[in-house]
């Protein structure tokens, strides 16, 4: 919303040759009356500017709930390549990372295990119209993780830019092809995953923890991975692209005695994400104006709980005994058009990841529709917008959605 403009009149005055002469003043008035008037004119440019100071977003919004961002330089902040949030510790940039392939199955897949730390997850279509996911993560520190299913090749063409250890059980035969060619490889292996006992899982029960998968990075002199990492906003540059695209009125962005970011009103509240097969794996985000969060639904309306674990080594656990639930819920919310068509085993899905296609980009509330691209399998995914400027992410958990051209997305 554009702020109006009062307009002002002049027409009423005359000029200065029409007015009547007037009698001339002795020098003693005139220096009183002048130094009056400097008074009075010092007086009003105070209260003017005060006023300004109050009016300008600057001042009004990022006071107390905004801080004037744009003044606020991180000293010495090194950001993560997979979230972009700031670390820590420094040295955690180049730790290694592990690409987990995490079913979403109704047949004891859910709730999955320690995927709330995943820092990127791409959910696709597997087989059946039965979405999977590739939980990306770093430095993880999780008791449970899981359950681990099967590899496909699409799936590993996103995960390569990561430069990870690929965790999976089996895969198609393309995929398994590929991976035994210069990827760093953890396929079943009960050195370091175990089944867990639950019966209810079916052969959606088998775990690692983040102490297994750092032993078997030790092991393996998996030390370090070389990220390309999607194209990021810092936390201050989001904060003012929020404020930016959410407020409808620039020179009253809040009350000034108020100021709660949630006040802001989000341009886009919900997001409906439809695979063009089963409802049971459509999903739906609401937008959590407070947190800045995307609250992760399934079709059904339940929330999509996953298992939040207790950090460090407690053994060979069911994530059912030690852990609690928590929604899903990132910061950025990408979806990507993909081709899409049934592989020539009549069963796995074939997706083209090498490319360009549709994107649609939700984060801090707002919408962008535009573009993603891919140039080889090596490289990360980038997405522009309808003019062709490059569209960084905000820092965050970051789902990334690929969803068939006869799929739809819904806002």
């Not at 090194?78 to 670390?87: C, N």
């Not at 991976?179 to 899982?201: C, F, I, N, P, Q």
Request: with cysteine; hydrophobic share 35%.
């Amino acid at each position: 919303m554009t702020a109006k403009k009062s307009k002002k009149h002049n027409s009423h005055l005359k000029k200065s040759g029409d007015r009547p002469k007037r009698p001339v003043e002795n020098s003693h008035k005139k220096s009183g009356k002048f130094l009056l008037v400097l008074g009075v004119f010092g007086i009003i440019g105070g209260v003017s500017m005060g006023v300004a100071g109050f009016l300008l977003p600057e001042k009004v919004s990022r006071s107390d709930s905004f801080p004037d961002l744009s003044l606020k330089k991180p000293v010495d902040a090194t950001y993560s390549k997979l979230t972009g949030l700031p670390l820590a510790n420094a040295a955690d940039v180049n730790a290694p990372v592990y690409c987990i392939q995490t079913p979403n199955g109704t047949d004891g897949a859910r709730p999955q295990a320690g995927l709330n730390q995943a820092g990127v997850i791409f959910e696709a279509v597997a087989e059946a119209g039965i979405t999977r996911f590739a939980a990306i993560y770093q430095n993880p520190s999780s008791a449970v993780i899981g359950p681990i299913r099967s590899l496909r090749i699409y799936y590993l063409e996103w995960d390569t830019p990561f430069d990870c250890t690929i965790v999976h059980a089996g895969g198609s035969g393309d995929a398994l092809a590929a991976v035994s060619h210069g990827y760093k490889d953890l396929t079943e292996d009960y050195a370091y995953m175990y089944r867990g006992t639950y019966g209810s899982r079916l052969w959606n029960n088998l775990f690692t923890t983040s102490s297994y998968l750092k032993k078997m990075s030790n092991d393996r002199g998996y030390t370090s991975s070389d990220i390309k990492g999607f194209s990021r906003m810092t936390p201050e540059e989001s904060e003012i692209a929020r404020i930016d695209a959410l407020a409808e009125e620039k020179l009253n962005i809040l009350e000034p005695s108020s100021g709660k970011t949630a006040s802001l009103k989000p341009a886009v509240s919900e997001i409906g994400v439809n695979f063009g097969g089963w409802a049971t794996f459509n999903v739906k985000y609401k937008y959590d104006a407070e947190k800045n969060v995307y609250l992760r639904d399934y079709e059904t309306g339940a929330a999509h709980n996953v298992y939040d674990c207790p950090d460090g080594d407690l053994g060979e656990k069911n994530p059912e005994d030690i852990c609690t639930l928590t929604q899903m819920s990132p910061s950025v919310v990408a979806v990507m058009m993909v081709p899409e068509k049934r592989a020539a085993d009549n069963y796995h899905e074939d997706i083209t990841t090498v490319g360009t296609g549709t994107a649609y980009v939700f984060q801090n509330g707002s919408a962008t529709k535009g573009t993603w691209k891919k140039s080889s399998v090596a490289e990360q995914i980038r997405f522009f917008d309808e003019s062709g400027a490059e569209i960084k992410l905000a820092p965050g958990q970051t789902f990334v959605e690929a969803v068939p051209n006869y799929g739809s997305v819904v806002y």
